[in-house]
Structures are given as structure tokens and as C-alpha cells.
DNA sequence: CACGAACCGTACCGTACGGTACGCATTTGG
DNA sequence: CCAAATGCGTACCGTACGGTACGGTTCGTG
């Protein structure tokens, strides 16, 4: 029964609290300390029910992927006019909450959990994390430079490329060394305008680049 | 330094077999499939041999990464002159090694593992692979670009911070992706050539922005 | 109030893994 | 030629996990 509905309905207020508490376990003891007597023992609950709401443990470990990505809610706001200051001001928001994002607890707990059952069940869940969890953050930053360039402020042909370039500047391979337990950096918001200043030097206009230089 | 560097002092040939096998155990089936009885059945020997060299499984698991990083040496040149051409030419190189480093199999097994493993075991072996198997190419791209500044062909301050642009520019989020299970790029010569371009638009001097308008 | 559904807590089962012990074959060195 | 060492194959042990079954309890509903 649920094992269809997953994507349209969400789960029950008891089911989300029982995920929450499984994001817990994960985020504090690792994969291994993600049994399913453990969560239903942190959780209040029976191990019946368990198998009952989410089918098996693989249908658990979806759940909380599925729960985490409802819980980031990401807004778009599009169909305000850009200049020049306020495209370089978006820009670094976006790139702070994205490093903000990719540091936190939870999302390395998720991805790690993804990514360490990648090769076994035909990266299931690191698809379901991939489209749950990135496609927001790609929609709000996609819309985000296309509006730059329908204002005249940035120059590209490819959006998808220049996006990932915007990516490969901020976030470089923090992420992966986030993953393989390194702290994260101290300082988000420099990282985060050093990212965007060569983006901008990379694909912007005229017109920005001029901003640039008076600013600096 | 790479002459009495050999990779053979470390373990025995005989040991260097069994962690050959460990190794397309890990790659073929994920860390499921390395059971201590699967890798003594696979490499022929008994178990008893196995904790006697490698102490435990982890042991196996660290023995694995030091092996793996051992069998990849990459050769510093260094000394020669540079000229925009040939920092282009070394640069693209570099590149492309990168991605097909870290696209290959044996890599990303590893860096999974490593990673599912990383808030268990305080990150034991996620350190380890970023010091065995990351430093040889940070010093790779590092003296390559340090050469560039010393030409006079590239103009940064902080070389470390120029050098995690070039790899943002590079690998952008496809290590990730591909850590979740995501094929791998068809083209990795088109990825190599974007990110060296956009990083000689960034930290090159005039001498190779001429160079690069003028081939394209 | 009564009845059934949902659910909790616990006990249980089969399996599979990490780690150890033992018997036997092969090698090594004097 | 013998003895010590090394190592292979197998059997074994304790444990812990995923998954199931069951008795007791709460709660919504006619």
C-alpha cells in the first residue's frame, strides 16, 4: 500500500516523528547504529510497525530521505528586477545557504548513508537523494542566473554549464572532504564571495564588472 | 625521494595479492561482499593469515587504502620552462588525470567505503585516503601552478586557494554524483579544456590570455 | 458499552559476520 | 633428514542484526 504512495502523500505526524528520530540515530552513531530494534526503541515504537509503515529497512532509509527533502524547503523568488548589486547579493546567499546546507549534520549523515550503499543496491537511494534533495537548490539557482542574464548582467550559452561552474567554485571539494570527516571551514561567507567574484568574472558583463571594480 | 620510496616495503607480494583481491572484492559487490571469509576465500589463504598480518578488519580496510594509494605514484616534472602553451598543455593534462583518477572504480570503492565508515571510527580511514591518496596530486597541481606564477604566466597571492578554484573548476559536484552512483561524463577532454580555460581567465596574465584568444 | 483496529513491548528465529582454534601440508634451515 | 615455522582449509563460537509472531493495551466508533 504505502509502498506506492511514498512520493504523493507525505507520512503520518506519528511516521515523522518516528523518521526524526531515525535522522538522529544516523546523525549520531553512522549507519551501524541505524537498527531497526534501535529506532524502535528510541522512537516508542514496535518493530511490527515499523515493517508495517515503511515495508523494510530499505523502505526506512528512503522514508528519511524522502522526510529530510519535504523538511528543506527551499523559496523562489523570481520576477523581481536585477541589477548589478542585487544579482552579486543572490548570488552570495545562495552560496552561503548552499555551503550552510551541505555542512549541516543531517545532509552529511544522508549522503553518507547514500553514498556507502551506492555500489550495493543499484544506487537507489542515491538517486532518491540526488532528486529530492538537489533539485531545489538546482531550480533556485538556475532561475537565479537566468534571470541575471534576461537583465543583461550575465553572458553564457549553456546555463547548465555555468551553474556547474558556479558549483565547482563554491562549494570545490569541500564536500567530499566534509564527507570523508574533515570540519568543515571557519569562515563560509568569505569562501562564499571569493566563489562569486570569480563567477562574476567568468560570465558576467560589462555592466558587472564595472560594479566589481568600484567595490573593490 | 621516488627511489628508495618503494611501494613493495610496505607488505609482502604475497600480502600485495590478497589485497589485489580485497580490493575487486570492494569493487565488484560494495562493503557488503568484503567479508573477512570472502576475501580468504577469494585470495587463498586462511583467515588466521589475515589478523595475523592486518591485525583486524579495519586493519584490512587501512591496509587496502595504503596499498591502493601506492600502486597510483604520479611523476613531479619539474624545472622546465614554461611557456602559455605548454602551462596550458600541463594543465589540461592534469585535469583530465583527475577526473579519470577519480572516476575510476578502485577510487571510488574506496572513497565509498571510507566515506560510510567516516562518523564511526572518528574518520580513521577518510584521513587516511585524503593524506595517502590526495597529496601526490596536490603537489602535482601545486608545483604546476607555483611554475606557472615563477613564469610569470599566472598571478595569484594565496597558491592553495588558487589551487581548490582549479579543482572546483574541474570536478565541480561530479565526484559526488558519481560517488552516488551516477554515471561517470561521456566527454572528460570538453570538461578538462572548460576548467582550464576559465582558470587561466582567472589567475592568468596577459601573456596567456593572449594566447588563448588567439587559438580560439 | 462493546468490539475491532492499531499499536506497543518483548520474545523469538534464522542467518551471517568477526574473530579464534586446530589439524595438516609445505617450506626452510641446519 | 629432521625440526621449526609458516600458512592453508575448516570447523567452531559468540554476537548482533533483519524480520516475524504474539499477548496485552489503548483508542476510535457504532
Not at 506519528?14 to 524502535?40: F, I, Y
Not at 544522508?110 to 550495493?120: D, E, M
Request: charged fraction near 25%; glycine fraction near 8%.
Amino acid at each position: 500500500m504505502l509502498s506506492e504512495a511514498g512520493q504523493s502523500s507525505e507520512f503520518s505526524p506519528r511516521q515523522n516523528a518516528v523518521l526524526e528520530q531515525a535522522l538522529r540515530l544516523l546523525v549520531d552513531g553512522g549507519e551501524k547504529a541505524l537498527t531497526t530494534s534501535g529506532v524502535a526503541r528510541a522512537a516508542n515504537c514496535s518493530k511490527e510497525s515499523l515493517y508495517k509503515w515503511f515495508g523494510d529497512r530499505d523502505g526506512l532509509l528512503s522514508a528519511m530521505i524522502t522526510y529530510q527533502a519535504s523538511k528543506v524547503r527551499t523559496f523562489e523568488r523570481n520576477g523581481e528586477r536585477l541589477n548589478p548589486t542585487s544579482l552579486h547579493e543572490h548570488l552570495v546567499i545562495f552560496a552561503r545557504d548552499l555551503l550552510e546546507v551541505l555542512a549541516g549534520d543531517v545532509s552529511l549523515a544522508l549522503n553518507r548513508l547514500a553514498i556507502g550503499q551506492s555500489n550495493r543496491d543499484g544506487s537507489k537511494l542515491g538517486k532518491l537523494l540526488l532528486e529530492r534533495g538537489r533539485r531545489q537548490i538546482d531550480r533556485r539557482a538556475s532561475g537565479l542566473i537566468d534571470a541575471g542574464k534576461r537583465a543583461g548582467l550575465l553572458r553564457f550559452t549553456d546555463a547548465d554549464e555555468a551553474y556547474h561552474t558556479l558549483y565547482g567554485l563554491i562549494v570545490s571539494d569541500l564536500h567530499v572532504r566534509m564527507l570523508l570527516g574533515e570540519p568543515g571551514l571557519k569562515d563560509t561567507s568569505r569562501q562564499a564571495e571569493k566563489a562569486v567574484s570569480a563567477f562574476l568574472k567568468l560570465y558576467g558583463t560589462e555592466k558587472v564588472l564595472a560594479e566589481a571594480a568600484a567595490t573593490v
